[in-house]
C-alpha cells in the first residue's frame, strides 16, 4: 500500500516534532541519526568521564614485560652503534695511516657527530637509572 503525500508530510512533521536531540549541521555524506549507545551513559561511563586522567594500575607481568621490551631495544639500538662506531674507527685510522682520504670530510665529520650523540645519549641513559 502506498502512503499518500500527506500521509508522508505529516509523519515528517511528527517526527520533527518529536525529536529532542541537538540541532547540528551534517557533514556533505550521508546523513545520520546519532548512535543510541552514545547518548547512554551508564554509571560506568560516567565514572569514567570523572576519571579519565586517573593513573593506570598495571599488573606486575604488563611491567616486567614493558622493561623487557625497553631493555631489548635498548640493546638493538647499541649493536647497531657498536658498527657504526668500529666503521667510524676504521675510517680515523685510514685517514691517518694514508694521507690520501677515501672518504670525504664531511662523511668523517657527519660520522664524529654520529658518534658524539651517541655517546652523550649513553651518559644520559646511564644518568637516568
Known amino acids: 500500500m502506498k502512503a499518500t503525500d500527506e500521509e508522508i508530510e505529516e509523519r ?3 517526527a520533527v516534532a ?3 536531540g541537538p540541532v547540528t549541521v551534517c557533514p ?3 546523513a545520520r541519526a546519532p ?3 552514545t547518548r547512554h551513559r551508564d554509571g560506568a561511563s560516567q565514572w569514567l568521564a570523572k576519571h579519565w586522567n586517573a593513573p593506570r594500575t598495571e599488573s606486575d607481568s604488563v611491567k616486567r614485560r614493558r622493561i623487557r621490551m625497553v631493555r631489548q631495544r635498548r ?3 647499541a649493536k647497531h652503534n657498536a658498527s657504526l662506531l668500529m666503521l667510524i674507527k676504521k675510517q680515523e685510522q685510514k685517514s691517518v695511516m694514508s694521507r690520501t682520504e677515501t672518504v670525504s670530510s664531511s662523511q668523517i665529520s ?3 657527530d654520529v ?7 649513553l651518559k644520559e ?3 637516568a637509572r
Open 110 to 112: 657527519r660520522l664524529r
Open 35 to 37: 548512535n543510541e549507545c
Open 28 to 30: 556533505p555524506a550521508k
Open 75 to 77: 640493546e638493538r639500538i
Open 125 to 127: 641513559r646511564n644518568n
Open 115 to 121: 658518534k658524539r650523540t651517541y655517546q652523550t645519549r
Open 18 to 20: 518529536a525529536y529532542t
Open 12 to 14: 515528517l512533521r511528527n
